[in-house]
């Protein structure tokens, strides 16, 4: 075999793969002339998975057998697609090895013969399981003996060691990686043998879309009622072959505005329907693209906050992924951090031009010794850098599949099994005393050290390790004695026992879960896309459109939805008993939605926009609007107050006047701000990790719970009062003690 190195980055949105021929200069792999791949998948008219712009072609007429964006189904089974026989269940293994499949048939075609071994990147906090995804699919896609390279460490190898970069070793640097789909902030600090990854942080649903859907906001605004609202829905959910063809121009047309953007002052977007080009200024598009980038700058902060790296102390800020070329993005950050952000010419080529120098040194940093993959796959050999013992992981596993299979079946309730039991009893060990700290560490990780460097913990109930899932959010049932979990990414959503930890079932969503709401009678649950009937674990009815949080109202009557950038994604109402659509409150974007107590009045905040208002059930107009909001709203329980969260603080209104009563200081972070049962306290998370509990009334600080390791995503007390559950994507739900008044 030719002594010809390759390294593929499968990316969320695209696919990049260089070539290191022998003496030769590092080049990439072209596809249809082209250096990036798009990762799309969509089943073609003969049945074959087709890829890339193929997958892209195919997709305006088979919109439902197309997957844009495989890499987020990786904790999947199977992906579902429809072919022209009916729908069809594909091995995610054999989706991923689809797009791996393309790069090494254009590896081969320029090399003579595959090269080997094959470098292959994958986030740094991927797991035992999603790696051994990512290796069989390398197998079966024939690419032979694979080695993987954590994406972090390969960009830091590329800055330094072939753009000429200055890092000493000792010293530290974060990886701004802000791709098409998602955004990553890595905080690695280089050794004498490489770099070691201190700290990551992640947006899963946040990427350059999100500036593409930003300017089309800002397009419909502009163009006010020239185009009709049937029109936008055209445009944003396309039903016909005519509608798909006509959307995919619109939104290319919008991304190729956004690039020139990166060069010029203005650009012109064309709008069908309406055809006029509209003009488009940098400024404009800088002032809807703020709020976006203030996401990412803060996620930076986090990570630099659990590496325990000052901003002083950092050493390089380098930058990664196409949306990285938005000038903004490089101006926001050296005012945040003070360190002038290195770029490369081409972004997206960063992690796959690391990975190749990488041979196998850094390969440790993810996987063990490279082995050939088809002896992986076949032996089932796993990593043993894993966050968690692969026995969990496969009892877990095997948890979901029997749930899955009980979703499928007719019987009315889920059984509880003997293996489950157990595995609860691993975690229920509960503090006996009033002194210490109780930790239940299902991880494998050893509890913190006591003294005076441990974070402030009082008396930790329990732990629940997820398997290998991030919670986005979680909800207590009415009754107390259960726990709802929004799986995000792995298109689930759990429900456990509040008081065993014991998992008793998970909804196949079979999409992105963000949001989880018991109703009032616990008798339903709400996730982003469906009401399911919680005693089946069966879906019940399916909600219209894309959402981001939902609420029911006091009597659970109605159900509000937030929604996304389409026209029948802003703010809605939905009756839950028959899953109809009540009526469309706005039409505006929201990121999170609160009823008030008494039912009149909703909540709706939109992140990006660092918008906050009330809006009047009944009849959809705005009543109050509050000035520095903008995150996931809380109403007090009398009524009184409405918090939400900005960009470094929780802040606290007086509904009826908009008057602001104080502010709590988080550091950042999404916040999340929960009040208790009794109103006494309210509850935030920080971008440190950190959950603290404040006196409303008077602002003092009572407690701080720390103890997760990554974001924390989602909080909720339970119906009396007397714990405080929080979700991370840290993959644990973590129950902790509230104290008492006086």
């Given amino acids: 075999m030719v002594d010809v190195r390759l390294a593929i980055d499968l990316g969320t949105s695209h696919t990049t793969a260089v070539l290191a021929p022998p003496g030769g200069q590092v080049r990439p792999v072209l596809f249809d002339g082209s250096e990036i791949l798009p990762s799309a998948v969509c089943v073609g008219p003969d049945g074959e998975l087709l890829v890339g712009r193929d997958a892209l072609h195919a997709a305006r007429s088979n919109p439902a057998g197309f997957e844009p964006y495989p890499k987020r189904r990786v904790d999947d089974d199977v992906v579902l697609l429809h072919g022209v026989g009916g729908p069809v269940e594909v091995s995610v293994v054999e989706v991923f090895a689809a797009v791996l499949g393309r790069v090494a048939v254009e590896a081969r075609r320029v090399a003579g013969e595959l090269p080997a071994p094959v470098a292959l990147s994958c986030p740094a906090d991927w797991g035992t399981t999603r790696r051994a995804v990512l290796l069989a699919a390398a197998g079966r896609a024939g690419l032979g003996w694979a080695y993987l390279v954590a994406e972090p460490v390969a960009a830091a190898g590329y800055f330094v060691e072939t753009a000429g970069a200055r890092l000493p070793v000792g010293s530290s640097a ?15 600090r280089r050794t004498s043998d490489g770099f070691a990854v201190l700290a990551t942080s992640g947006l899963a649903e946040l990427g350059g879309l999100d500036l593409d859907a930003a300017i089309v906001d800002h397009l419909r605004r502009t163009c006010g009622d020239r185009v009709d609202p049937a029109a936008w829905r055209r445009l944003r959910q396309p039903a016909s072959t005519d509608d798909r063809r006509t959307a995919r121009t619109f939104w290319d047309d919008v991304r190729s505005g956004k690039e020139m953007l990166t060069r010029t002052g203005e650009t012109r977007v064309h709008v069908p329907y309406l055809d006029v080009d509209v003009p488009v200024r940098r400024a404009e598009f800088e002032r809807v693209a703020r709020p976006i980038i203030d996401r990412t700058v803060d996620c930076v902060v986090g990570a630099l906050r659990t590496a325990g790296v000052g901003a002083g102390q950092l050493g390089g800020l380098f930058l990664v992924g196409g949306s990285s070329r938005v000038p903004l993005v490089a101006t926001m950050l050296k005012e945040r951090f003070g360190v002038a952000p290195v770029a490369a010419d081409q972004p997206e080529l960063v992690v796959a031009r690391g990975a190749i120098r990488s041979r196998h040194r850094d390969q440790d940093a993810v996987s063990k010794p490279s082995v050939p993959v088809s002896v992986l796959a076949s032996t089932g050999q796993t990593d043993t850098t894993a966050s968690w013992p692969q026995d969990t992981a496969t009892r877990l596993a095997a948890i979901d599949a029997d749930a899955d299979a009980d979703a499928d079946a007719d019987a009315p309730t889920r059984r509880w099994r003997p293996s489950v039991a157990a595995f609860a009893v691993t975690f229920a060990l509960i503090l006996a005393a009033s002194i210490g700290t109780a930790w239940v560490v299902l991880s494998g990780r050893e509890p913190p050290e006591e003294g005076p460097a441990a974070a402030p913990t ?33 298109h689930k959503a759990r429900i456990w026992d509040a008081v065993s930890g014991e998992m008793t079932g998970v909804l196949p969503v079979g999409s992105v879960v963000s949001a989880v709401s018991f109703s009032p009678d616990g008798t339903l649950l709400a996730t982003d896309s469906a009401i399911w009937t919680v005693a089946t674990r069966k879906q019940a009815h399916s909600l219209d459109g894309n959402h981001y949080d939902v609420s029911f109202n006091r009597d659970g009557r109605l159900l509000a939805v937030a929604g996304g950038y389409a026209v029948n994604e802003g703010v809605r109402l939905f009756d839950p008993a028959s899953g109809e659509l009540v009526r469309s409150l706005s039409e505006e974007y929201a990121s999170g939605v609160a009823f008030s107590p008494e039912g009149t009045t909703l909540a709706a905040a939109a992140g990006y926009k660092g918008t906050l208002v009330l809006l009047d059930v009944a009849t959809g107009d705005v009543v109050q609007a509050y000035t520095g909001g903008g995150g996931v709203p809380a109403f007090s329980p009398d009524g009184r107050f409405v918090a939400s969260s900005g960009a470094e603080s929780v802040g606290l209104w007086e509904v009826a006047t908009a008057r602001p009563v104080r502010s709590f200081d988080t550091g950042g972070g999404e916040g999340h701000p929960t009040f208790s049962p009794d109103g006494r306290l309210l509850a935030a998370a920080g971008a440190d990790l950190t959950v603290r509990l404040w006196e409303v009334d008077t602002g003092e600080l009572v407690s701080e719970f720390a103890g997760h390791t990554n974001d924390v995503t989602g909080l909720a007390f339970s119906p009396d009062g007397r714990h405080l559950a929080s979700g991370g994507a840290d993959h644990t739900i973590r129950l902790w003690p509230v104290p008492t008044a006086g």
């Fill in 458 to 490: 009082p008396a930790l109930l329990s732990v629940v390790d997820t398997g290998g899932s991030a919670v986005r959010a979680i909800a207590f049932a009415p009754d107390g004695r259960s726990i709802a979990a929004a799986g995000g990414n792995d």
């Fill in 174 to 188: 974060v990886i701004y990686d802000f791709g098409a789909g998602t955004f990553d902030a890595t905080v690695v």
